[in-house]
T-cell receptor, first 112, second 113 residues
């Protein structure tokens, strides 16, 4: 079993819709969770981090964490064609060790 | 967030040769990380490079194949040795922020023929 698993996708939504990306993790000692966006041919860039149970909102993005269910999600409201990218979920297992484990990513396409 | 540069941005190499990738950060950092991203796949951590000590390699990666240098707090190199086509990947260096988030360089796209 992979340590971080994501919906394999691809996911396609119409412009203006809500895109929902899901991630589960296997290690209960995980403390920090991240969503990165990776455009084709580019390196990943951080879009959200979340450390405690509940929701965290930043503009059109909302990250949700449920440690009891070992579940992390990312909601993108009012999806735009520019949101089309691969989204990587990552977990950090040891605070201050700096290492993250990444899921395989979900490719999102937002159709105009 | 740190500004990270990598050289070269891409290269095409023949099997059996070696390539050294450079990573420069605009601020002093304790740890630097080297990741590999094979075509269509996610990121796999190769090693952690700490200044003044040997790099720490992840399972499946060895120093003879991926020697790493870390001469100071802003610079690191990764060498891919005795390359085979299976080494064709994007190689990324990164640094960690205060919340354990990763900041990545632009990557080096390596093709081995």
């Amino acid at each position: 079993q992979k340590e971080v698993e994501q919906n394999s996708g691809p996911l396609s939504v119409p412009e203006g819709a809500i895109a929902s990306l899901n991630c589960t993790y296997s290690d209960r000692v995980s403390q920090s969770f991240f969503w990165y966006r990776q455009y084709s041919g580019k390196s990943p860039e951080l879009i959200m981090s979340i450390y405690s149970n509940g929701d965290k909102e930043d503009g059109r993005f909302t990250a949700q964490l449920n440690k009891a269910s070992q579940y992390v999600s990312l909601l993108i409201r009012d999806s735009q064609p520019s949101d089309s990218a691969t989204y990587l979920c990552a977990a950090s297992y040891n605070t201050n060790a700096g290492k993250s484990t990444f899921g395989d990513g979900t490719t999102l396409t937002v159709k105009p | 967030s740190a500004v990270i540069s990598q050289k070269p941005s891409r290269d095409i190499c023949q099997r059996g040769t070696s390539l050294t990738i450079q990573c420069q950060v605009d601020s002093q950092v304790t740890m630097m990380f080297w990741y590999r991203q094979q075509p269509g796949q996610s990121l796999t951590l190769i090693a952690t490079a700490n200044q003044g000590s040997e790099a720490t390699y992840e399972s499946g990666f060895v120093i003879d194949k991926f020697p790493i240098s870390r001469p100071n707090l802003t610079f690191s190199t990764l060498t891919v040795s005795n390359m085979s086509p299976e080494d064709s990947s994007i190689y990324l260096c990164s640094v960690v922020g205060g919340g354990d988030e990763q900041y990545f360089g632009p990557g080096t796209r390596l093709t081995v023929t």
